[in-house]
């Protein structure tokens, strides 16, 4: 197993899920601790990734529920070979649209601290009878999938309750609302937050938003 194999190996084993860059992978996030990125500017927390995964300064990474700023960046290596991504992160600004709320019946049961939203087209390709090319793509149905991150629910919801659910999150533009939702996976971190990720069937202007 070569040094970056085993790194790796290492990562997928004590890392968290973590989201950069529209990809999902394995990788460490905690406090910086007594190495002194705590400053006036506040907290700061070490970071230690893939080497396929460099996350760019000023982007974002999402990981234990919680979204984070990346400082600083670089790739640690050996002897010419990338081992793994080491990092210095800084926990993101709060929105300043309020994020997003989770409701089913009418009545919110959670709220997330930001959505990302990315179309999905079940879109088939049409092969002929005896063709090795496809004629066409046959169009799909349009879903849309979501991240959500920061996730707390309320005293006496049940976050894992299969029931169909609306988030309505807010953006530069305004408020969008996503329905039809039903969740995919729910990943519990510290603090009590959640990343969700779930499939919406429709998007909608709010009005007013």
Not at 33 to 61: I, M, N
Not at 87 to 104: C, H, T, Y
Not at 109 to 120: D, G, I, K, L
């Amino acid at each position: 197993m070569t040094r970056r194999a085993e790194a790796e190996a290492m990562l997928a084993r004590y890392g968290g899920e973590t989201f950069c860059g529209g990809g999902s992978f394995r990788a460490v996030v905690c406090p910086a601790g007594s190495r002194g990125e705590g400053t006036a500017a506040g907290p700061r927390y070490d970071y230690f990734g893939p080497a396929a995964h460099k996350p760019p300064v000023g982007g974002t990474v999402i990981s234990g529920g919680e979204s984070y700023t990346v400082c600083r960046c670089e790739t640690v290596r050996l002897g010419g070979e990338e081992l793994y991504v080491r990092a210095v992160l800084a926990p993101a600004a709060p929105p300043p649209d309020g994020g997003a709320a989770l409701e089913r019946n009418g009545r919110t049961f959670a709220r997330a601290y930001s959505c990302s939203a990315e179309a999905a087209q079940g879109a088939e390709a049409v092969v002929p009878f005896g063709e090795g090319a496809p004629a066409q793509i046959a169009e799909g149905a349009v879903a849309w999938k979501l991240t959500l991150t920061g996730v707390r629910a309320e005293s006496d919801a049940d976050l894992f309750a299969t029931d169909e659910f609306r988030v309505t999150a807010a953006g530069p533009g305004g408020k969008t609302a996503y329905t039809g939702c039903r969740w995919t996976g729910v990943e519990s971190a510290e603090g009590g937050a959640y990343t969700v990720c779930a499939l919406a069937a429709g998007r909608e202007a709010v009005p007013g938003g």
